[in-house]
C-alpha cells in the first residue's frame, strides 16, 4: 500500500462522483468555493455549468471514466447504487490507474462492519477494495443524513398508524457538515486510510424522531414502536449505527426541519410573487 503523503500532492481539478445527489450536490458548491477547480461525473448528459466541468460516465459498464478521470488530480467517491457498489469501486480503481490520479475520498457509513443489511455489506466490501489497491485512500464513516430521516418518516407516516422499530435510535446528520469534512479530507493530507467516524449532535430514540417529524409537520398519527426480528434490528438496537463520541454534527433534526419549512416557504412566497408579476399587477 502508498503511503500517506502530507498535503495536496498536485494539480488538476477533483473529479467528483455522484456530483447530482443529496451529499454530491452540497459538496461540489463547497469544493469550489474553497477554491478547487472541480470535475463532476453523472450518467445523465453533460450539463453546462460555470464553475464546474459535468462529465458522462457510467461507473457500472465504465463508460466515460476515462476521459473524465484524464488530468485529475484526486476523486471523491459519493456516487452509490444500492447493488452495485463493489463493482463501480473496481472499475473506477481500474480507470484511476489508467489515468493516472492516486488519491481517493470515499464516503462510506457507520456500522458497515457490525449491522447485516445487504447494502452494509456491500458498502465493506467497497471500502476493502479500496484499501486494498494501489491507490492511497482515505475512508469518512458517518450517519445517516436528516434527509434520509425525512425521507423515511414521509413514508412510515403514510399509514393511520406511525409504526417504528422499538429500542433502535438513530444519531442523523446535516449533508452539509458532512460535504465541510470531506473538504478538509480532499484538501489534506493524502491516504489516511480510515478517519474518525463523523455522527450528528443527537441520538434520538425511532419513536422520538418520528413525533418531531410529525409535529413539524403540524399532523397527529399515534407512533407505535414493535419490536422487529432479525440480526440487522438486534445491531440497531446495540447502537452499532451510532457514534456518541464522535457527535461532530452541529444541527440538530429540529433545526434541519425548520431550515427546511422556511426555504419551502421562501419559494412558495418567490413563485407566487413571480405569478403576481406575470398577471401584469
Ligand atoms: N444517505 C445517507 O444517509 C448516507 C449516510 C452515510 C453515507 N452515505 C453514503 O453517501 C454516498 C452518497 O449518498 P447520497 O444519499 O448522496 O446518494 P444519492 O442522493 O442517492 O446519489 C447517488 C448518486 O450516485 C450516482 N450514481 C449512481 N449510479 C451511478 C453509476 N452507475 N455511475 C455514475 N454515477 C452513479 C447518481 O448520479 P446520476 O444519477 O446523476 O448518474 C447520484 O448522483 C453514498 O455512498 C452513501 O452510501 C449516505
Known amino acids: 500500500m502508498i503511503p500517506p503523503v502530507e498535503g495536496d500532492s498536485g494539480t488538476g481539478p477533483v473529479l467528483v462522483?455522484?456530483?447530482s445527489g443529496t451529499l454530491g450536490g452540497p459538496l461540489v458548491g463547497k469544493l469550489i468555493a474553497a477554491g478547487l477547480e472541480v470535475r463532476a461525473l453523472s450518467r445523465r448528459p453533460a450539463r453546462?455549468?460555470?464553475?464546474?466541468?459535468?462529465?458522462?460516465?457510467?461507473?457500472?459498464?465504465?463508460?466515460?471514466?476515462?476521459?473524465?478521470?484524464?488530468?485529475?488530480r484526486r476523486v471523491v467517491h459519493c456516487a452509490s447504487s444500492q447493488r452495485g457498489d463493489p463493482g463501480a469501486a473496481k472499475n473506477l480503481i481500474d480507470?484511476?490507474?489508467?489515468?493516472?490520479?492516486?488519491?481517493?475520498?470515499?464516503?462510506?457509513?457507520?456500522g458497515v462492519d457490525r449491522i447485516p443489511i445487504g447494502?452494509?455489506?456491500?458498502?465493506?466490501?467497497?471500502?476493502?477494495?479500496?484499501?486494498s489497491s494501489d491507490r492511497r485512500s482515505t475512508i469518512l464513516r458517518t450517519t445517516?443524513?436528516?434527509?434520509?430521516?425525512v425521507r423515511g418518516c414521509k413514508a412510515l407516516s403514510s399509514l393511520p398508524v406511525f409504526l417504528v422499530p422499538s429500542g433502535v435510535s438513530f444519531q442523523p446528520i446535516d449533508v452539509g457538515e458532512v460535504a465541510d469534512r470531506l473538504v478538509e479530507l480532499t484538501t489534506g493530507e493524502a491516504g489516511k486510510g480510515r478517519v474518525d467516524d463523523m455522527g450528528g449532535p443527537?441520538?434520538?430514540?425511532?419513536?422520538?424522531?418520528?413525533?418531531?417529524?410529525?409535529?413539524?409537520?403540524?399532523?397527529?398519527?399515534?407512533?407505535?414502536?414493535?419490536?422487529?426480528?432479525?440480526?440487522?434490528?438486534?445491531?440497531?438496537?446495540?447502537?452499532?449505527n451510532c457514534v456518541p463520541g464522535n457527535a461532530r454534527g452541529r444541527k440538530t433534526f429540529d433545526e434541519f426541519l425548520r431550515e427546511q419549512s422556511e426555504q419551502s416557504e421562501q419559494s412558495e412566497q418567490s413563485e407566487q410573487s413571480g405569478q403576481f408579476r406575470r398577471s401584469g399587477s
Request: hydrophobic fraction near 40%; charge should be positive; aromatic fraction near 8%.
Open 17 to 19: 462522483t455522484g456530483a
Open 48 to 72: 453546462r455549468a460555470a464553475d464546474v466541468t459535468w462529465c458522462t460516465g457510467d461507473l457500472k459498464t465504465g463508460e466515460g471514466l476515462d476521459s473524465a478521470l484524464s488530468g485529475v
Open 95 to 110: 480507470a484511476m490507474a489508467r489515468s493516472g490520479p492516486l488519491d481517493l475520498v470515499y464516503i462510506s457509513i457507520v
Open 119 to 131: 447494502y452494509y455489506e456491500l458498502k465493506l466490501e467497497t471500502e476493502r477494495l479500496i484499501t
Open 144 to 149: 445517516q443524513f436528516h434527509n434520509l430521516m
Open 202 to 240: 443527537e441520538v434520538r430514540s425511532s419513536a422520538d424522531l418520528a413525533r418531531a417529524y410529525l409535529s413539524h409537520c403540524g399532523r397527529r398519527r399515534p407512533v407505535v414502536g414493535i419490536r422487529l426480528p432479525g440480526r440487522a434490528f438486534s445491531a440497531l438496537r446495540n447502537g452499532f
